[in-house]
């Protein structure tokens, strides 16, 4: 399973980590290392859109357009740990987040491409 956390209400402008932990038979089968992760958010009465995504190694990321130079995303493999910082937040971020992991995964930006979610954490941000 996947939990994430660390969701709030904050201002425009201020910052939030998101991090989210890997546990359960799907990533004692397979070494989370094996899988690639990604954060997805969705908005009242939108879809479900990829946010950043991360492969394997750690080494190889991607940001949709509206976040880049804002968000980082991160891992921690000992951990069984992804991150999403998030600065410079602006209202239209507004949504719940959710991790999403998916083993190999090479390159998988939709949500259709993943297997495992977590529960999702809100965050809002006030103008």
């Known amino acids: 399973q996947l939990q994430a956390s660390g969701g709030g209400l904050v201002q425009a402008g201020c910052s939030l980590i998101l991090p989210c932990a890997a546990s359960g038979r799907a990533f004692s089968s397979h070494s989370f290392s094996s899988y690639t992760m990604a954060w997805f958010r969705q908005a009242p009465g939108k879809e479900r859109d990829v946010v950043a995504a991360?492969?394997?190694?750690?080494?190889?990321?991607y940001y949709t357009d509206s976040v880049k130079g804002r968000f980082t995303i991160s891992r921690d493999n000992a951990q069984n740990t992804v991150y999403l910082q998030m600065n410079s937040l602006k209202p239209e971020d507004t949504a719940v987040y959710y991790c999403?992991?998916?083993?190999?995964?090479?390159?998988?930006?939709?949500?259709?491409?993943?297997?495992?979610w977590g529960q999702g954490t809100l965050v809002t941000v006030s103008s």
């Open positions: 999403a992991a998916e083993l190999n995964g090479l390159g998988a930006k939709r949500a259709t491409e993943y297997s495992y």
């Open positions: 991360i492969s394997m190694s750690g080494g190889s990321t």
